[in-house]
């Protein structure tokens, strides 16, 4: 059975222990993201073709945006420290294939990731806790990472964007993009995927999922009303997506979550 997850909200960013007994599906996020291997059976990150080890010796570094899936390779539960920085998704394009996405973990960031995780299973994490894993990631990715002049993006592409982030509910429909952007279907999917690095509907779909990680975790709102402001049909269909696409269902994501930055 699913375990919960267990998340801390710090100032820099969300820090999530997950168990994952499963694979979860293609999905991206605006930030940029690291997973560690905390126990349990490794564990693969798929990204553009390619497939990379989570073991215990590696760390896997997402890019903001960068679709990934990850995929089981047992039948029993990984429990992976998920590591989600806010780090400025500038870059808003596909991975370069000179960007290092699994490395080696260093033994000391390992130590750091299983004493938080100690501190998480018994809910006394701090601000100071989260706020440090995550500027030592920020700093990691900083140091590795060129954060020069990034190109503009289309206009017509940036009012798409604009126009999902500000309407979450009308995430899959196709004939509003178009019309948004005044471009041919065709030429509208081309474009977005040369701007943004994603599909429009991975793209919409992250923002569903992001917009229902911040409102699970600093609401109270019933989680019906959550997913009918987020475009479900149902509720039904909304814990699907959320298992699908995060590895919990939102009512054990609520559990698990605290604020700390406040």
Not at 43 to 68: C, F, K, N
Request: proline letters at 5%; hydrophobic letters at 40%.
């Amino acid at each position: 059975m699913m375990a919960d997850p267990k998340i801390i909200i710090g100032g820099r960013g969300r820090i999530a222990l997950l168990s994952l007994d499963g694979d979860v599906v293609e999905h991206a996020h605006p930030q940029a993201q690291a997973l560690i291997k905390i126990g349990g059976p490794d564990r693969v990150v798929a990204i553009a073709g390619r497939q990379y080890v989570l073991s215990d010796e590696t760390v896997i570094m997402l890019p903001p945006w960068v679709a990934h899936a990850g995929l089981a390779l047992a039948d029993q539960s990984t429990s992976v420290l998920s590591i989600n920085t806010g780090v400025p998704a500038r870059a808003m394009r596909a991975v370069s294939h000179d960007t290092v996405i699994c490395r080696a973990l260093d033994p000391r960031l390992r130590r750091a990731a299983i004493n938080l995780e100690d501190r998480l299973m018994r809910r006394d994490s701090t601000a100071g806790d989260a706020d440090e894993m995550l500027e030592s990631f920020s700093k990691a990715w900083s140091d590795d990472h060129d954060r020069g002049p990034i190109a503009t993006v289309d206009f017509r592409i940036r009012k798409v964007v604009e126009h999902i982030r500000s309407a979450p509910a009308d995430a899959q429909n196709v004939a509003a993009w178009t019309d948004v952007a005044g471009l041919s279907r065709q030429h509208f999917f081309e474009l977005f995927r040369e701007y943004i690095g994603v599909t429009p509907r991975l793209y919409a779909n992250s923002i569903r999922l992001e917009r229902a990680l911040d409102w699970l975790g600093r609401s109270t709102t019933p989680i019906r009303q959550l997913s009918h402001s987020l475009g479900f049909r149902a509720p039904s269909h909304f814990t699907r997506f959320f298992v699908d696409n995060f590895g919990s269902t939102p009512r054990a994501y609520r559990r698990g979550a605290y604020v700390v930055e406040e």
